[in-house]
């Protein structure tokens, strides 16, 4: 089965940047679409970005568009979240998300993603 670990959240200021990191495992082909979701306290949980399993092209939630995206290195078999002027509400417990798939689009619906990892916490604040 495919595994991923998120890592590289923290505490970080209003303005500033941070990337996180899905490193990924158990897979038998690098076919996959991913997904970033996050989710705050007191709120569900949303998707943020997202990357289809052949063109590999990022896409981004209204909310962070211009300012977070998704890319990948398949030698280091990780999957990263730039995120760029963070602010406040970026708060939130930040889950990486896969499901094989050999599709052009990708999308930000959570029932459709097989695999998970554990979150990663990002807190913007002074």
């Known amino acids: 089965q495919l595994q991923l670990v998120e890592s590289g959240g923290g505490l970080v200021q209003p303005g500033g940047s941070l990337r996180l990191s899905c490193q990924y495992s158990?897979?038998?082909?690098?076919?996959?679409?991913i997904g970033w979701f996050r989710q705050a306290p007191g709120k569900e949980r949303e998707g943020v970005s997202c990357?289809?399993?052949?063109?590999?092209?990022?896409n981004s939630a209204d909310s962070v568009k211009g300012r977070f995206t998704t890319s990948r290195d398949n030698a280091k078999k990780t999957v990263y979240l730039q995120m760029t002027s963070l602010k406040p509400e970026d708060t939130g417990v930040y889950f990486c998300?896969?499901?094989?798939?050999?599709?052009?689009?990708?999308?930000?619906?959570?029932?459709?993603?097989?695999?998970w990892g554990q979150g990663t916490q990002v807190t913007v604040s002074s």
């Open positions: 998300a896969a499901r094989r798939s050999f599709t052009a689009s990708c999308d930000f619906q959570i029932a459709r993603y097989d695999y």
């Open positions: 158990g897979s038998p082909t690098d076919y996959f679409t």
């Open positions: 990357m289809d399993a052949v063109y590999r092209r990022a």
